[in-house]
């Protein structure tokens, strides 16, 4: 009997975890608009994030220069003798080190980006889903218009939206 309650309750607990998320539209203004100022929020940590990964990715580009370079100029010591080449050895071992903290820096940003799109995304969802008439009615598709936008120009639209809000 206490495995079958176990089996419905597992069976239960999959069930909501399977099911889909759906967005839910903001009940007040106050809301909306804390949803606007969070998406504003976003994208300008998203820059942040994409101009982090652009100096990762030159950095590569720079290691991947001198990898070569080390490659393209090995080390040959006389028989016996391998410590000539010990510096040559480092330099490898150095290469390497770099190379592993280099990938784990690029992999956190290009995981901290997706975070960021996914967020947006959900408040840009959030957003269109709002239905607000009177003083607030023509802002609101204005807002909504910014939803549909890429994420740098929806950012932009939002913080120019902002600035007029009701």
């Known amino acids: 009997m206490k495995r079958f309650a176990l089996c419905i309750i597992s069976l239960a607990a999959m069930l909501v975890w399977a099911a889909p998320a759906r967005a839910q539209a903001p009940a007040?203004?106050?809301?909306?608009k804390a949803i606007v100022q969070d998406s504003i929020r976003t994208g300008q940590?998203?820059?942040v994030v994409q101009s982090n990964i652009?100096?990762?990715e030159a950095r590569g580009q720079n290691w991947m220069v001198r990898f070569q370079n080390h490659q393209n100029n090995p080390c040959y010591y006389e028989e016996g003798h391998p410590e000539q080449c010990a510096a040559y050895n480092q330099e490898a071992?150095?290469?390497?080190?770099?190379h592993g903290r280099l990938l784990e820096?690029?992999?956190?940003y290009v995981a901290q980006m997706g975070f960021y799109q996914t967020h947006l995304g959900v408040n840009a969802a959030r957003l269109r889903l709002a239905q607000f008439f009177g003083t607030f009615g023509p802002w609101v598709e204005r807002?909504?218009?910014?939803?549909r936008l890429a994420w740098e120009a929806a950012t932009k639209c939002l913080i120019d939206a902002w600035e007029v809000h009701p």
């Open 105 to 108: 820096e690029y992999n956190g």
């Open 45 to 47: 940590a998203m820059k």
């Open 143 to 147: 807002v909504k218009g910014c939803t």
């Open 54 to 56: 652009a100096d990762v």
């Open 28 to 32: 007040t203004m106050d809301e909306f």
């Open 93 to 98: 071992r150095d290469l390497q080190a770099e």
